[in-house]
């Protein structure tokens, strides 16, 4: 069954780093658009940022531009989130979302929590 497992969530201070990973298995994964998502207790489910499967094109949500870097290796089956900068506000629980560019199929990871002290 197909499944993407996040990693690299902890906890950092306001101003630091964090890189998180994504690895998907069972699927095709050059054939879907991948993206990273964030949600805290209490709130919906918020966009971070996407690429498109040729690694190109990507997308922030204006409250992570020019913090986050999106990035992917088809070969690796990995989707990763370099985060700079990082604030309490960007405290949460951040998703993979895999897209199909063939199909209406999508899949979410269980996430991996970032938590930024001030």
């Known amino acids: 069954q197909v499944q993407l497992v996040e990693s690299g969530g902890g906890l950092v201070q306001a101003g630091g780093s964090l890189t998180l990973s994504c690895a998907a298995s069972e699927l095709t994964f050059r054939n879907y658009h991948v993206g990273w998502y964030r949600q805290s207790p209490g709130k919906e489910r918020e966009f971070v940022a996407r690429l498109n499967r040729h690694n190109s094109n990507p997308f922030y949500a204006d409250s992570v531009k020019g913090r986050f870097t999106i990035s992917r290796d088809n070969a690796k089956n990995t989707v990763n989130l370099q985060m700079n900068g990082l604030t309490p506000e960007d405290t949460a629980n951040y998703l993979c979302?895999?897209?199909?560019?063939?199909?209406?199929?999508?899949?979410w990871g269980q996430g991996t929590q970032v938590t930024v002290s001030s």
């Open positions: 979302n895999a897209r199909s560019i063939l199909t209406a199929d999508g899949y």
